[in-house]
């Protein structure tokens, strides 16, 4: 028979602080086996898991005694009276809403409409100005200088099975990859 010491890192504040997780299994298997061995050495830990565990039960009691006492034809009714109650709150505050509006006239619901619409005009006119101001890549452009940047590969010494070359002389562009994997 082993006797199994608590561990020393684990401390009555550490154990406090994570009871519920403990009750309730959230916690990984070596915290879980550590939380165990110091419960059973620290009498007042256990007293804590005791009335955890206790509560818990009282609870799941409690929860239980309702569901039993739910009738699912009777809950069904209810919920549905609920939800036809709300519908028809939300149909009369619309229709109290309309009737304030078409008591003042068009006039409030057209400010806010024009407001909105300048605010998106000025966005727009932004977004495209801020679009013209960038510069194009243009090579024959005066305004863009195009470095000479040209290089010669004579060879590439490589144990690579794969080699793939790929070029672009428009757009002055060339890739060269080099691989070795298996299939």
Do not use: Y
């Not at 519920?20 to 898991?49: K, N, W, Y």
């Not at 966005?123 to 863009?144: E, H, I, K, Q, Y």
């Amino acid at each position: 028979m082993s006797i199994v010491s608590p561990d020393p890192n684990t401390t009555c504040q550490d154990f406090q602080r994570r009871l519920d997780s403990f009750l309730d299994g959230e916690i990984d298997s070596h915290s879980m086996r550590a939380f165990t061995v110091h419960a059973s050495h620290c009498p007042a830990c256990a007293q804590s898991v005791e009335q955890g565990e206790k509560l818990s039960t009282l609870l799941e009691s409690a929860v239980e005694d309702e569901v039993a006492r739910v009738e699912p034809e009777n809950l069904w009714r209810v919920i549905e009276s609920r939800l036809e109650v709300e519908e028809s709150r939300r149909w009369a505050r619309l229709r109290a809403g309309w009737e304030r509006v078409l008591e003042r006239g068009w006039l409030p619901l057209r400010l806010p409409a024009l407001a909105a619409s300048a605010a998106l005009a000025v966005l727009l006119v932004l977004g495209l100005w801020n679009f013209r101001s960038v510069p194009t890549a243009n090579p024959t452009s005066a305004s863009f200088p195009v470095a000479n940047n040209h290089a010669q590969i004579e060879r590439i010494d490589s144990s690579a099975a794969h080699v793939a070359v790929w070029s672009e002389p428009e757009e002055h562009t060339t890739a060269i990859w080099v691989a070795s994997f298996e299939p």
